[in-house]
């Protein structure tokens, strides 16, 4: 199966239902009239419907599927003008391009259960088949089975793990393994950290001086600092983010578990709350089911 037939199955649920709510066939005013509550129930926010719908009317195409596919990729890019260029010249058999991170280090962080673990696995997939040399930190030292679950990634995928017995402290674990980087000349260091601490650590400060610990053993990374959201905690997922946000200052996002979701329109306020970029949407468990995030391919997979 091709990623975007992937993408498509995995964002059938949030197809579906915006397919039964917009009544395409009918004419132009009931469908802009059912649009905007189409948009909200599929969780992409009140206000930014209103901007989306304000944008369909405004661009007066007769063709409304399309006016939304442009509007709705706008919301999706931070940087609105680079995707009308690309939505304009959207082709879905373009190759992919590659995410190719700032730097050496990727911190990974997110409340528990989101998929960080599998995600960093399947990072490291991705990079590996990009020739990159990819290791591990397994630097979730709060749970014992955080730095087993990826010392078995890490075995399958023959990357190395640098880990540390339960409880170690994570700050001076991710030291280690950025120094570890560096000194082995490896490409890639993905940090995993824990989304849950003993109620009298504070989990944001613990974060900040994992970050702060990174950056003394190799000077300016991490380079970059990604968010992972699961889409199925949608909107809720949002004023934690903003508080992740504050403390470690993220590059990027991941949203995982889009297949399990009829709210796939989260994507939108999570663009417009953070400002940061979407870089990887996973929409099932297998490895192939991470993919670089694109807005144009995105909305075509929703409504085309
Ligand atoms: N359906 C689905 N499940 C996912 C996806 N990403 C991760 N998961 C599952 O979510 C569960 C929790 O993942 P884990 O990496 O342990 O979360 P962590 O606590 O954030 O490290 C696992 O069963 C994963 O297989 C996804 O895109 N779709
Ligand atoms: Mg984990």
Known sequence: MSWLQRLREGLSRTRDNLAKAIPWGKNPEEVLEELEFALIAADVGVEASREVLEEVRRSGKKDLREALKQALTVQLEPDAFRAKIRRAGFSPDAKKSVVEPKGKVILMVGVNGVGKTTTIAKLGQYYQNQGKRVMFCAGDTFRAAGGAQLGVWGERLGIPVIQGAEGTDPAALAFDA?????????????????????????????????????????????????????????????????????????????????DGTAKGGVLVPIVRTLGVPIKFIGVGERAEDLQPFDAGEFVEALLG
């Open 178 to 258: 950025a120094s570890a980087r560096k000194a082995r000349g490896f490409d890639l260091l993905l940090v995993d950290t824990a989304g849950r601490l003993h109620t009298k650590r504070n989990l944001m400060e613990e974060l900040a001086k994992v970050k702060r610990s990174i950056g003394k053993a190799d000077p300016g990374e991490p380079g970059e600092v990604w968010l992972v959201l699961d889409a199925i905690t949608g909107q809720n997922g949002l004023e934690q983010a903003k508080r992740f946000h504050q403390a470690v200052g993220l590059t990027g996002v991941v949203v995982t578990k889009l």
